[in-house]
């Protein structure tokens, strides 16, 4: 970990582990990492790393995308604001644990512990965007994003995440044939 993302680097020491349940006989740990999808308390230090990295990686990376692209639970907190540090639009994708009829493209995603249903709304052949997600574990979530943003005609530019989980990414990269940049790697 690079030392210019002190707090960030502490924030991934000090996460504590938990165990989150898909079924009753399926158990997967993670870690409670504050900026990731089950994190909760953060404080404003760290959001201002984080925030101040993220545009800088996507600066010297990633110059030319029309907006950013967040998936939620945990990206569309950081795609917001380095959308808003970068002067960028953005488009957050929902989820749901049910499929609604009203949205015209839903993806079913999967990940080690829970099902769920990924919406992409105000998309337009040809937009080019970067996608911008808080952790990169096995790269299931990115992958099934990319596979349907090409369906749709969106250009995938790159990747931009906070942390990236063992070296799942380099893989990733290939699959999607776009890069894939992290602040941080555990």
Same mark, same amino acid.
């Given at each position: 970990?690079?030392?210019?993302?002190?707090? !960030?680097?502490? /924030?991934?020491?000090?996460?504590? *582990?938990?165990?989150?349940?898909?079924?009753?006989? #399926? $158990? &997967?740990?993670?870690?409670?990492?504050?900026?990731?999808?089950?994190?909760?308390?953060?404080?404003?230090?760290?959001?201002?790393?984080?925030?101040?990295?993220?545009?800088?990686?996507?600066?010297?990376?990633?110059?030319?995308?029309?907006?950013?692209?967040?998936?939620?639970?945990?990206?569309?907190?950081?795609?917001?604001?380095?959308?808003?540090?970068?002067?960028?639009?953005?488009?957050? !994708?929902?989820? /749901?644990?049910?499929?609604?009829? *009203?949205?015209?493209?839903?993806?079913?995603?999967? #990940? $080690? &512990?829970?099902?769920?249903?990924?919406?992409?709304?105000?998309?337009?052949?040809?937009?080019?965007?970067?996608?911008?997600?808080?952790?990169?574990?096995?790269?299931?979530?990115?992958?099934?994003?990319?596979?349907?943003?090409?369906?749709?005609?969106?250009?995938?530019?790159?990747?931009?995440?906070?942390?990236?989980?063992?070296?799942?990414?380099?893989?990733?990269?290939?699959?999607?044939?776009?890069?894939?940049?992290?602040?941080?790697?555990?």
């Amino acid at each position: 970990m690079s030392a210019s993302y002190a707090r !960030l680097s502490e /924030s991934i020491s000090k996460a504590k *582990n938990v165990r989150i349940y898909k079924d009753k006989d #399926t $158990a &997967y740990d993670f870690k409670l990492y504050p900026f990731g999808e089950r994190g909760t308390y953060i404080d404003p230090e760290l959001i201002s790393e984080i925030t101040d990295s993220l545009a800088e990686s996507i600066t010297a990376q990633f110059p030319a995308f029309d907006y950013i692209v967040s998936p939620e639970p945990g990206g569309h907190t950081w795609g917001m604001l380095a959308a808003y540090k970068l002067m960028k639009p953005m488009n957050i !994708l929902r989820l /749901s644990t049910e499929l609604y009829d *009203n949205y015209e493209v839903s993806i079913k995603r999967e #990940t $080690a &512990y829970n099902e769920n249903y990924i919406y992409f709304d105000g998309f337009t052949a040809g937009d080019r965007v970067l996608l911008l997600d808080d952790v990169i574990s096995s790269g299931a979530t990115i992958r099934c994003i990319a596979r349907q943003m090409a369906r749709m005609g969106i250009e995938l530019t790159g990747v931009q995440a906070i942390l990236a989980k063992g070296d799942h990414y380099k893989q990733l990269q290939t699959d999607i044939g776009v890069p894939v940049r992290f602040l941080s790697k555990v």
